[in-house]
Protein backbone atom coordinates (compact mmCIF):
# COMPACT_ATOMS: atom_id res chain seq x y z
CA UNK A 1 0.00 0.00 0.00
CA UNK A 2 0.96 3.72 -0.46
CA UNK A 3 2.96 5.41 2.06
CA UNK A 4 1.08 8.62 2.93
CA UNK A 5 2.54 10.91 0.56
CA UNK A 6 0.93 13.63 -1.93
CA UNK A 7 -0.82 12.97 -5.45
CA UNK A 8 1.28 14.60 -7.53
CA UNK A 9 -0.69 16.67 -10.67
CA UNK A 10 -3.57 16.48 -8.73
CA UNK A 11 -4.09 20.46 -8.74
CA UNK A 12 -4.98 22.20 -11.87
CA UNK A 13 -2.72 25.11 -11.56
CA UNK A 14 0.17 22.45 -12.20
CA UNK A 15 -1.20 20.36 -15.10
CA UNK A 16 -0.39 21.92 -18.56
CA UNK A 17 -1.64 18.41 -20.72
CA UNK A 18 -5.35 19.42 -21.78
CA UNK A 19 -5.67 15.57 -21.94
CA UNK A 20 -5.05 14.98 -18.40
CA UNK A 21 -7.27 18.36 -17.36
CA UNK A 22 -10.28 16.71 -19.37
CA UNK A 23 -9.09 13.36 -16.79
CA UNK A 24 -9.26 15.36 -13.68
CA UNK A 25 -12.91 16.31 -14.49
CA UNK A 26 -13.97 12.90 -15.10
CA UNK A 27 -12.15 11.67 -11.47
CA UNK A 28 -14.31 14.56 -9.86
CA UNK A 29 -17.42 12.95 -11.59
CA UNK A 30 -16.37 9.50 -10.28
CA UNK A 31 -16.03 11.05 -7.18
CA UNK A 32 -19.39 12.04 -7.20
CA UNK A 33 -20.50 8.07 -8.02
CA UNK A 34 -18.71 6.85 -5.28
CA UNK A 35 -19.92 9.31 -2.60
CA UNK A 36 -23.48 8.50 -3.75
CA UNK A 37 -22.49 4.85 -2.95
CA UNK A 38 -21.07 5.62 0.29
CA UNK A 39 -24.51 7.12 1.27
CA UNK A 40 -26.11 4.07 0.02
CA UNK A 41 -23.98 1.73 1.40
CA UNK A 42 -23.47 3.51 5.22
CA UNK A 43 -19.39 2.64 4.73
CA UNK A 44 -16.35 4.05 2.59
CA UNK A 45 -15.17 2.20 -0.67
CA UNK A 46 -12.44 0.48 -0.82
CA UNK A 47 -10.02 -0.53 -4.24
CA UNK A 48 -7.11 -2.63 -5.00
CA UNK A 49 -4.26 -2.10 -7.78
CA UNK A 50 -2.83 -5.82 -8.35
CA UNK A 51 0.66 -5.15 -10.79
CA UNK A 52 2.06 -7.84 -12.08
CA UNK A 53 5.56 -7.32 -14.51
CA UNK A 54 8.00 -4.67 -15.00
CA UNK A 55 8.96 -1.35 -14.02
CA UNK A 56 7.00 0.27 -16.45
CA UNK A 57 3.53 -1.60 -15.17
CA UNK A 58 4.62 -0.80 -11.54
CA UNK A 59 4.76 2.65 -12.99
CA UNK A 60 1.33 2.72 -14.59
CA UNK A 61 -0.39 1.33 -11.26
CA UNK A 62 1.04 4.41 -8.97
CA UNK A 63 -1.54 6.38 -11.58
CA UNK A 64 -3.91 4.54 -11.01
CA UNK A 65 -3.92 4.23 -7.52
CA UNK A 66 -3.93 7.95 -7.60
CA UNK A 67 -7.19 8.01 -9.47
CA UNK A 68 -8.74 5.33 -7.25
CA UNK A 69 -7.66 7.75 -4.76
CA UNK A 70 -9.03 10.77 -5.72
CA UNK A 71 -12.23 9.65 -6.78
CA UNK A 72 -12.48 8.92 -2.89
CA UNK A 73 -11.86 5.10 -2.83
CA UNK A 74 -9.94 4.23 0.47
CA UNK A 75 -6.35 1.55 -1.07
CA UNK A 76 -6.56 -1.41 0.09
CA UNK A 77 -3.89 -4.68 -0.14
CA UNK A 78 -7.23 -7.13 -0.28
CA UNK A 79 -8.52 -7.92 -3.33
CA UNK A 80 -12.12 -8.34 -1.89
CA UNK A 81 -12.78 -4.64 -2.11
CA UNK A 82 -15.12 -2.54 -3.89
CA UNK A 83 -13.17 -2.28 -7.37
CA UNK A 84 -10.03 -4.44 -7.92
CA UNK A 85 -7.93 -3.92 -11.07
CA UNK A 86 -5.46 -6.17 -12.33
CA UNK A 87 -2.57 -4.43 -14.26
CA UNK A 88 -1.12 -6.98 -16.44
CA UNK A 89 2.20 -8.84 -17.76
CA UNK A 90 2.30 -11.44 -20.82
CA UNK A 91 5.96 -11.59 -20.74
CA UNK A 92 6.22 -15.02 -20.03
CA UNK A 93 3.35 -17.46 -20.17
CA UNK A 94 3.33 -18.30 -16.42
CA UNK A 95 3.08 -14.68 -15.81
CA UNK A 96 -1.09 -14.84 -17.90
CA UNK A 97 -1.46 -17.86 -15.75
CA UNK A 98 -0.82 -15.77 -12.29
CA UNK A 99 -3.28 -13.23 -13.46
CA UNK A 100 -5.74 -16.12 -14.86
CA UNK A 101 -5.65 -17.76 -11.20
CA UNK A 102 -6.05 -14.42 -8.80
CA UNK A 103 -8.97 -13.35 -11.47
CA UNK A 104 -10.56 -16.26 -10.38
CA UNK A 105 -10.90 -15.69 -6.91
CA UNK A 106 -11.83 -12.29 -7.13
CA UNK A 107 -14.51 -13.97 -8.89
CA UNK A 108 -15.82 -15.17 -5.45
CA UNK A 109 -15.54 -12.64 -3.91
CA UNK A 110 -17.94 -10.51 -6.42
CA UNK A 111 -20.69 -13.04 -5.85
CA UNK A 112 -20.43 -11.94 -2.50
CA UNK A 113 -20.31 -8.31 -2.81
CA UNK A 114 -22.88 -7.40 -6.04
CA UNK A 115 -21.08 -3.54 -5.78
CA UNK A 116 -17.92 -5.09 -6.58
CA UNK A 117 -16.35 -3.80 -9.98
CA UNK A 118 -13.42 -5.71 -11.22
CA UNK A 119 -10.88 -4.24 -14.15
CA UNK A 120 -7.93 -5.98 -15.87
CA UNK A 121 -5.80 -3.95 -18.13
CA UNK A 122 -2.08 -4.07 -19.33
CA UNK A 123 0.39 -5.89 -21.71
CA UNK A 124 -1.78 -9.27 -21.27
CA UNK A 125 -4.86 -7.12 -22.80
CA UNK A 126 -2.98 -5.89 -25.83
CA UNK A 127 -3.41 -9.56 -27.33
CA UNK A 128 -6.79 -10.79 -29.06
CA UNK A 129 -7.06 -13.95 -27.65
CA UNK A 130 -6.51 -13.19 -23.93
CA UNK A 131 -9.83 -10.75 -24.41
CA UNK A 132 -11.45 -13.17 -25.81
CA UNK A 133 -10.16 -15.82 -22.80
CA UNK A 134 -12.25 -12.96 -20.08
CA UNK A 135 -15.12 -12.33 -22.36
CA UNK A 136 -15.98 -15.89 -22.90
CA UNK A 137 -14.74 -17.06 -19.08
CA UNK A 138 -14.63 -14.56 -17.01
CA UNK A 139 -18.22 -13.07 -17.75
CA UNK A 140 -18.00 -10.81 -14.24
CA UNK A 141 -14.98 -8.59 -15.04
CA UNK A 142 -16.59 -5.25 -15.69
CA UNK A 143 -14.12 -3.18 -17.49
CA UNK A 144 -10.96 -3.97 -20.12
CA UNK A 145 -8.49 -2.05 -21.30
CA UNK A 146 -5.00 -1.97 -22.94
CA UNK A 147 -1.77 0.45 -22.28
CA UNK A 148 -2.19 2.37 -25.07
CA UNK A 149 -5.32 4.15 -23.32
CA UNK A 150 -3.83 3.86 -19.54
CA UNK A 151 -4.44 7.84 -19.50
CA UNK A 152 -8.36 7.21 -20.07
CA UNK A 153 -8.32 5.32 -16.58
CA UNK A 154 -10.30 7.98 -14.86
CA UNK A 155 -13.09 8.51 -18.12
CA UNK A 156 -13.44 4.47 -18.31
CA UNK A 157 -14.00 4.18 -14.38
CA UNK A 158 -16.81 6.75 -15.19
CA UNK A 159 -18.20 4.75 -17.66
CA UNK A 160 -17.83 1.74 -16.34
CA UNK A 161 -19.50 3.24 -12.55
CA UNK A 162 -22.38 3.92 -15.20
CA UNK A 163 -22.70 0.84 -16.77
CA UNK A 164 -23.81 -3.19 -15.64
CA UNK A 165 -22.33 -3.62 -19.02
CA UNK A 166 -18.42 -5.54 -19.92
CA UNK A 167 -16.61 -2.20 -21.49
CA UNK A 168 -14.08 -2.86 -23.57
CA UNK A 169 -11.45 -0.45 -24.84
CA UNK A 170 -8.36 -1.51 -26.65
CA UNK A 171 -6.26 0.71 -29.11
CA UNK A 172 -3.66 -1.13 -30.92
CA UNK A 173 -1.07 1.25 -30.62
CA UNK A 174 -0.65 5.16 -30.13
CA UNK A 175 1.84 7.75 -30.74
CA UNK A 176 0.59 9.71 -27.95
CA UNK A 177 1.95 10.40 -24.84
CA UNK A 178 -0.36 12.37 -21.72
CA UNK A 179 2.25 14.24 -19.50
CA UNK A 180 1.09 15.39 -16.01
CA UNK A 181 -1.53 12.78 -15.15
CA UNK A 182 -1.80 12.30 -11.47
CA UNK A 183 0.43 10.00 -9.32
CA UNK A 184 0.51 8.19 -5.91
CA UNK A 185 3.82 6.80 -5.23
CA UNK A 186 4.88 3.44 -4.02
CA UNK A 187 7.67 4.88 -2.21
CA UNK A 188 7.91 8.70 -1.09
CA UNK A 189 12.00 8.64 -1.21
CA UNK A 190 12.28 6.61 -4.90
CA UNK A 191 10.48 6.78 -7.81
CA UNK A 192 10.77 5.47 -11.84
CA UNK A 193 10.54 7.71 -14.06
CA UNK A 194 9.29 7.02 -18.08
CA UNK A 195 11.87 8.51 -20.28
CA UNK A 196 10.60 6.54 -23.26
CA UNK A 197 7.57 3.58 -24.33
CA UNK A 198 7.60 0.76 -26.12
CA UNK A 199 9.61 -0.81 -28.23
CA UNK A 200 11.54 -1.14 -31.55
CA UNK A 201 13.80 -4.53 -31.30
CA UNK A 202 11.61 -6.66 -31.96
CA UNK A 203 13.86 -9.52 -30.63
CA UNK A 204 11.98 -12.86 -32.21
CA UNK A 205 11.48 -14.43 -28.71
CA UNK A 206 9.24 -11.06 -27.38
CA UNK A 207 6.23 -9.87 -26.79
CA UNK A 208 6.85 -6.45 -25.58
CA UNK A 209 7.06 -4.67 -29.05
CA UNK A 210 3.46 -6.18 -29.83
CA UNK A 211 2.02 -5.28 -26.70
CA UNK A 212 3.76 -1.83 -26.05
CA UNK A 213 3.57 -0.17 -29.37
CA UNK A 214 6.35 1.56 -31.04
CA UNK A 215 9.34 3.71 -29.07
CA UNK A 216 8.28 6.98 -27.94
CA UNK A 217 10.42 9.44 -26.47
CA UNK A 218 9.35 11.89 -23.97
CA UNK A 219 10.66 15.36 -24.31
CA UNK A 220 13.49 16.14 -22.10
CA UNK A 221 11.92 19.31 -20.73
CA UNK A 222 9.27 17.22 -19.34
CA UNK A 223 11.36 14.62 -18.02
CA UNK A 224 13.40 17.09 -16.21
CA UNK A 225 10.50 18.98 -14.99
CA UNK A 226 8.96 15.68 -13.96
CA UNK A 227 12.13 15.34 -11.68
CA UNK A 228 11.86 18.38 -10.31
CA UNK A 229 8.81 17.61 -9.08
CA UNK A 230 9.68 14.91 -7.50
CA UNK A 231 12.59 15.88 -5.59
CA UNK A 232 10.78 18.98 -4.15
CA UNK A 233 8.07 16.22 -2.90
CA UNK A 234 10.83 14.01 -1.26
CA UNK A 235 12.20 11.68 -4.03
CA UNK A 236 16.12 10.97 -3.61
CA UNK A 237 16.57 8.48 -6.30
CA UNK A 238 14.90 8.20 -9.82
CA UNK A 239 15.12 5.36 -11.96
CA UNK A 240 15.13 6.14 -15.86
CA UNK A 241 12.52 3.81 -17.51
CA UNK A 242 12.62 2.61 -21.08
CA UNK A 243 12.96 -1.01 -23.03
CA UNK A 244 16.04 0.52 -24.89
CA UNK A 245 17.20 3.72 -23.06
CA UNK A 246 20.15 3.71 -25.44
CA UNK A 247 17.78 4.79 -28.24
CA UNK A 248 16.25 7.23 -26.49
CA UNK A 249 15.70 10.24 -28.90
CA UNK A 250 15.96 8.25 -32.18
CA UNK A 251 12.49 8.87 -33.03
CA UNK A 252 12.55 12.75 -32.56
CA UNK A 253 13.21 14.49 -35.99
CA UNK A 254 16.76 15.83 -37.07
CA UNK A 255 16.02 19.05 -36.46
CA UNK A 256 13.74 18.63 -33.16
CA UNK A 257 15.95 21.14 -30.32
CA UNK A 258 14.57 18.14 -28.12
CA UNK A 259 16.42 15.86 -29.96
CA UNK A 260 19.70 14.78 -27.79
CA UNK A 261 20.79 11.41 -26.89
CA UNK A 262 20.21 9.34 -23.82
CA UNK A 263 23.68 9.91 -22.16
CA UNK A 264 22.65 13.76 -22.58
CA UNK A 265 19.30 13.11 -20.71
CA UNK A 266 20.73 11.56 -18.06
CA UNK A 267 24.16 14.36 -17.43
CA UNK A 268 20.74 16.92 -17.17
CA UNK A 269 18.83 14.47 -14.69
CA UNK A 270 22.07 14.47 -12.92
CA UNK A 271 22.08 18.60 -12.49
CA UNK A 272 18.49 18.23 -10.75
CA UNK A 273 19.40 19.65 -7.06
CA UNK A 274 18.08 17.50 -4.74
CA UNK A 275 18.43 14.38 -6.78
CA UNK A 276 20.56 12.23 -5.04
CA UNK A 277 20.56 8.67 -6.97
CA UNK A 278 20.27 8.33 -10.11
CA UNK A 279 19.55 4.40 -11.87
CA UNK A 280 18.55 3.54 -15.68
CA UNK A 281 16.99 0.40 -17.04
CA UNK A 282 17.32 -0.91 -19.77
CA UNK A 283 20.52 -0.36 -21.80
CA UNK A 284 20.46 -2.99 -25.06
CA UNK A 285 23.92 -3.89 -25.48
CA UNK A 286 24.01 -3.44 -29.09
CA UNK A 287 23.63 0.31 -28.66
CA UNK A 288 25.65 0.91 -25.69
CA UNK A 289 27.89 3.81 -26.02
CA UNK A 290 31.30 5.03 -24.94
CA UNK A 291 29.59 8.51 -24.20
CA UNK A 292 27.49 6.82 -21.68
CA UNK A 293 30.43 5.21 -19.78
CA UNK A 294 32.00 8.75 -19.72
CA UNK A 295 29.00 9.88 -18.34
CA UNK A 296 28.28 7.88 -15.83
CA UNK A 297 32.48 7.75 -14.54
CA UNK A 298 32.30 11.35 -14.53
CA UNK A 299 29.11 11.99 -12.66
CA UNK A 300 28.86 10.50 -8.73
CA UNK A 301 24.70 10.44 -8.50
CA UNK A 302 24.63 7.68 -10.84
CA UNK A 303 24.47 4.86 -9.39
CA UNK A 304 27.03 2.04 -10.03
CA UNK A 305 24.64 -0.57 -11.00
CA UNK A 306 24.40 -1.51 -14.73
CA UNK A 307 22.12 -3.98 -16.07
CA UNK A 308 23.13 -5.10 -19.22
CA UNK A 309 20.75 -8.34 -20.84
CA UNK A 310 22.80 -10.79 -22.48
CA UNK A 311 20.14 -13.16 -23.48
CA UNK A 312 22.36 -15.98 -25.07
CA UNK A 313 26.03 -16.38 -25.04
CA UNK A 314 26.10 -18.03 -28.41
CA UNK A 315 26.51 -16.24 -31.25
CA UNK A 316 24.01 -17.87 -33.84
CA UNK A 317 21.27 -18.30 -31.14
CA UNK A 318 21.87 -14.72 -30.41
CA UNK A 319 21.56 -13.72 -34.64
CA UNK A 320 18.59 -15.85 -34.18
CA UNK A 321 17.14 -13.78 -31.21
CA UNK A 322 17.56 -11.14 -33.50
CA UNK A 323 19.86 -9.59 -30.17
CA UNK A 324 22.38 -7.80 -32.91
CA UNK A 325 25.37 -8.60 -31.09
CA UNK A 326 27.97 -11.41 -31.21
CA UNK A 327 29.18 -13.40 -27.98
CA UNK A 328 32.41 -11.37 -28.26
CA UNK A 329 30.81 -8.23 -28.43
CA UNK A 330 28.89 -8.66 -25.81
CA UNK A 331 32.44 -9.50 -23.49
CA UNK A 332 34.23 -6.64 -25.01
CA UNK A 333 31.69 -4.37 -23.68
CA UNK A 334 31.83 -6.05 -20.26
CA UNK A 335 35.58 -6.09 -20.00
CA UNK A 336 35.58 -2.30 -21.10
CA UNK A 337 32.98 -1.27 -18.34
CA UNK A 338 35.08 -3.13 -15.95
CA UNK A 339 37.83 -1.45 -17.22
CA UNK A 340 36.74 1.87 -17.01
CA UNK A 341 34.24 1.92 -14.39
CA UNK A 342 35.73 -1.14 -11.83
CA UNK A 343 32.82 -0.51 -8.76
CA UNK A 344 29.97 -0.77 -11.06
CA UNK A 345 28.29 -4.02 -10.77
CA UNK A 346 26.88 -5.75 -14.02
CA UNK A 347 23.70 -7.57 -13.62
CA UNK A 348 21.87 -9.40 -16.63
CA UNK A 349 18.78 -11.51 -18.05
CA UNK A 350 19.20 -14.79 -19.85
CA UNK A 351 16.66 -17.37 -21.30
CA UNK A 352 17.53 -21.24 -21.19
CA UNK A 353 15.74 -22.94 -23.45
CA UNK A 354 15.54 -20.73 -26.89
CA UNK A 355 14.33 -22.99 -30.05
CA UNK A 356 16.94 -25.24 -31.46
CA UNK A 357 19.47 -24.39 -28.56
CA UNK A 358 21.87 -27.37 -27.47
CA UNK A 359 23.92 -27.98 -24.69
CA UNK A 360 26.94 -26.53 -26.05
CA UNK A 361 25.18 -23.59 -26.61
CA UNK A 362 24.43 -23.16 -23.50
CA UNK A 363 28.21 -24.13 -22.53
CA UNK A 364 28.90 -20.68 -24.38
CA UNK A 365 26.72 -19.03 -22.26
CA UNK A 366 28.04 -20.37 -19.14
CA UNK A 367 31.24 -19.09 -20.38
CA UNK A 368 30.39 -15.72 -20.84
CA UNK A 369 28.94 -15.94 -17.07
CA UNK A 370 32.28 -16.56 -16.04
CA UNK A 371 34.09 -14.43 -18.20
CA UNK A 372 31.81 -11.66 -16.99
CA UNK A 373 31.39 -11.64 -13.81
CA UNK A 374 28.02 -10.91 -13.33
CA UNK A 375 26.87 -9.47 -10.03
CA UNK A 376 23.39 -11.08 -10.39
CA UNK A 377 21.72 -12.46 -13.15
CA UNK A 378 18.15 -13.38 -13.68
CA UNK A 379 17.49 -16.73 -15.34
CA UNK A 380 14.07 -17.19 -17.41
CA UNK A 381 13.00 -20.50 -19.17
CA UNK A 382 12.07 -19.70 -23.06
CA UNK A 383 8.13 -18.99 -22.51
CA UNK A 384 6.73 -19.43 -26.56
CA UNK A 385 4.43 -16.51 -27.27
CA UNK A 386 1.93 -16.64 -30.13
CA UNK A 387 2.63 -13.70 -32.39
CA UNK A 388 6.52 -13.57 -32.39
CA UNK A 389 8.83 -15.08 -34.95
CA UNK A 390 10.61 -17.51 -32.46
CA UNK A 391 6.67 -19.30 -31.90
CA UNK A 392 6.87 -20.61 -35.63
CA UNK A 393 10.36 -21.90 -35.61
CA UNK A 394 11.93 -25.46 -35.31
CA UNK A 395 13.20 -27.58 -32.73
CA UNK A 396 11.61 -26.45 -29.63
CA UNK A 397 14.03 -28.19 -26.64
CA UNK A 398 12.05 -30.82 -24.87
CA UNK A 399 11.57 -29.88 -21.01
CA UNK A 400 13.61 -32.28 -19.65
CA UNK A 401 16.97 -30.76 -21.49
CA UNK A 402 15.76 -26.98 -20.92
CA UNK A 403 15.61 -28.11 -16.83
CA UNK A 404 19.05 -29.68 -17.16
CA UNK A 405 20.58 -26.81 -18.96
CA UNK A 406 18.72 -24.36 -16.79
CA UNK A 407 20.31 -26.00 -13.61
CA UNK A 408 23.61 -26.14 -14.67
CA UNK A 409 23.83 -22.49 -15.75
CA UNK A 410 21.96 -21.11 -12.52
CA UNK A 411 24.94 -22.83 -10.49
CA UNK A 412 27.75 -20.95 -12.23
CA UNK A 413 25.06 -18.34 -11.78
CA UNK A 414 24.91 -18.68 -8.14
CA UNK A 415 28.68 -18.96 -7.68
CA UNK A 416 29.44 -15.88 -9.59
CA UNK A 417 27.30 -13.81 -7.88
CA UNK A 418 28.44 -14.88 -4.53
CA UNK A 419 32.19 -14.48 -5.41
CA UNK A 420 31.28 -10.72 -6.58
CA UNK A 421 29.29 -9.78 -2.94
CA UNK A 422 31.88 -11.36 -1.22
CA UNK A 423 34.44 -8.31 -2.84
CA UNK A 424 32.45 -5.79 -0.43
CA UNK A 425 32.67 -7.84 2.55
CA UNK A 426 33.74 -5.61 5.45
CA UNK A 427 33.30 -2.12 3.15
CA UNK A 428 31.40 0.47 4.33
CA UNK A 429 29.15 2.03 1.76
CA UNK A 430 26.38 4.41 1.59
CA UNK A 431 22.96 3.15 1.63
CA UNK A 432 19.44 4.26 0.83
CA UNK A 433 17.43 3.03 3.89
CA UNK A 434 14.20 1.29 2.02
CA UNK A 435 11.92 0.14 4.96
CA UNK A 436 11.75 -2.13 7.60
CA UNK A 437 12.85 -5.79 6.84
CA UNK A 438 9.93 -7.97 6.45
CA UNK A 439 11.02 -11.26 8.09
CA UNK A 440 12.56 -9.31 11.55
CA UNK A 441 11.29 -5.90 12.29
CA UNK A 442 14.30 -4.53 14.64
CA UNK A 443 15.96 -4.19 10.84
CA UNK A 444 15.79 -2.45 8.46
CA UNK A 445 16.51 -2.72 4.55
CA UNK A 446 19.00 -0.77 2.22
CA UNK A 447 20.04 -0.59 -1.13
CA UNK A 448 24.00 0.32 -2.22
CA UNK A 449 24.49 2.07 -5.15
CA UNK A 450 25.20 -1.48 -6.90
CA UNK A 451 21.91 -2.10 -5.99
CA UNK A 452 23.29 -4.72 -3.25
CA UNK A 453 21.03 -5.07 -0.54
CA UNK A 454 21.75 -4.84 3.14
CA UNK A 455 19.82 -5.55 6.51
CA UNK A 456 21.04 -3.79 9.63
CA UNK A 457 19.54 -2.42 12.88
CA UNK A 458 17.99 0.25 13.12
CA UNK A 459 15.42 2.94 13.33
CA UNK A 460 12.53 3.61 11.46
CA UNK A 461 13.25 7.49 11.32
CA UNK A 462 16.10 6.29 8.96
CA UNK A 463 13.47 5.24 6.30
CA UNK A 464 13.92 8.07 3.10
CA UNK A 465 17.76 8.52 3.97
CA UNK A 466 20.98 7.83 2.63
CA UNK A 467 23.34 6.61 5.52
CA UNK A 468 27.54 4.70 5.68
CA UNK A 469 26.50 0.73 6.57
CA UNK A 470 29.54 -0.87 6.79
CA UNK A 471 28.83 -4.89 4.94
CA UNK A 472 29.91 -7.59 7.65
CA UNK A 473 28.23 -10.68 6.69
CA UNK A 474 27.90 -11.38 3.12
CA UNK A 475 24.61 -14.24 2.29
CA UNK A 476 25.13 -14.73 -1.60
CA UNK A 477 22.85 -11.67 -2.77
CA UNK A 478 22.39 -9.71 0.83
CA UNK A 479 24.54 -7.89 3.54
CA UNK A 480 23.78 -7.97 7.39
CA UNK A 481 25.82 -4.84 8.58
CA UNK A 482 25.94 -2.37 10.94
CA UNK A 483 25.31 1.58 10.84
CA UNK A 484 29.17 3.34 10.54
N1 LIG B 1 13.86 -4.56 -22.84
C1 LIG B 1 14.58 -5.41 -21.99
C2 LIG B 1 13.82 -6.61 -21.50
C3 LIG B 1 12.38 -6.59 -21.19
S1 LIG B 1 11.64 -8.14 -20.87
C4 LIG B 1 15.78 -5.91 -22.75
O1 LIG B 1 15.88 -5.88 -23.93
O2 LIG B 1 16.63 -6.43 -22.11
C5 LIG B 1 12.61 -8.72 -19.49
C6 LIG B 1 13.28 -10.03 -19.73
O3 LIG B 1 12.34 -11.05 -19.92
C7 LIG B 1 14.17 -10.09 -20.96
O4 LIG B 1 15.43 -9.55 -20.75
C8 LIG B 1 14.23 -11.57 -21.26
O5 LIG B 1 15.32 -12.17 -20.61
C9 LIG B 1 12.94 -12.10 -20.64
N2 LIG B 1 12.02 -12.56 -21.69
C10 LIG B 1 11.42 -11.82 -22.65
N3 LIG B 1 10.67 -12.61 -23.44
C11 LIG B 1 10.79 -13.88 -22.96
C12 LIG B 1 10.25 -15.15 -23.36
N4 LIG B 1 9.45 -15.27 -24.41
N5 LIG B 1 10.59 -16.23 -22.62
C13 LIG B 1 11.40 -16.12 -21.55
N6 LIG B 1 11.93 -14.97 -21.15
C14 LIG B 1 11.64 -13.85 -21.84
FE1 LIG C 1 11.79 -7.34 -25.81
FE2 LIG C 1 14.06 -7.09 -27.12
FE3 LIG C 1 12.44 -4.98 -26.86
FE4 LIG C 1 13.75 -5.91 -24.75
S1 LIG C 1 14.67 -5.02 -26.58
S2 LIG C 1 11.60 -5.36 -24.84
S3 LIG C 1 13.77 -8.11 -25.11
S4 LIG C 1 12.02 -6.84 -28.00
FE1 LIG D 1 5.47 -7.56 -18.82
FE2 LIG D 1 4.53 -5.63 -20.26
FE3 LIG D 1 6.60 -5.20 -18.71
S1 LIG D 1 4.71 -7.72 -20.91
S2 LIG D 1 7.60 -7.17 -18.63
S3 LIG D 1 4.60 -5.73 -18.04
S4 LIG D 1 6.23 -4.29 -20.69
Known amino acids: MSKEINILNSNKEDIKDAESLKQLEFINKAKEYVSSMEKELGRKLTACVVTFGCQMNARDSEKLVAILKLAGYEESDSENADFVIYNTC ?14 GQCGSYKKKNPHMKIAICGCMMQEQSSVEKIQKSYRF ?7 HNIYKFAELLCTCLESDRMIIDIWKDTDKIVEDLPVLRKYPFKSGVNIMFGCNNFCTYCIVPYVRGRERSRSPKEIIRECEKLVADGVKEVMLLGQNVNSYGNDFKEDDPNRITFPQLIEEVCKVDGLERVRFMTPHPKDFSDELLDVIARNSKIARHIHLPLQSGNTEILR ?3 RKY ?46 AQFDNAFTFIYSKRTGTP ?15 NF ?10 ARSQSEKLSGKTESVLVEGVNEHDT ?18 ESLIGNIIDVTLDECHGFYFMGHRA
Open 407 to 416: DRLLKVVQET
Open 90 to 103: TVRDNADQRVLGRL
Open 326 to 371: TKDDYLNLVYKIREKLPEVAITTDIIVGFPGETAADVDDTIDVVKK
Open 390 to 404: AAGFDNQVPENEVKE
Open 141 to 147: VDLIFGT
Open 442 to 459: TLLTGRLSNNTLVHFAGD
Open 320 to 322: RMN
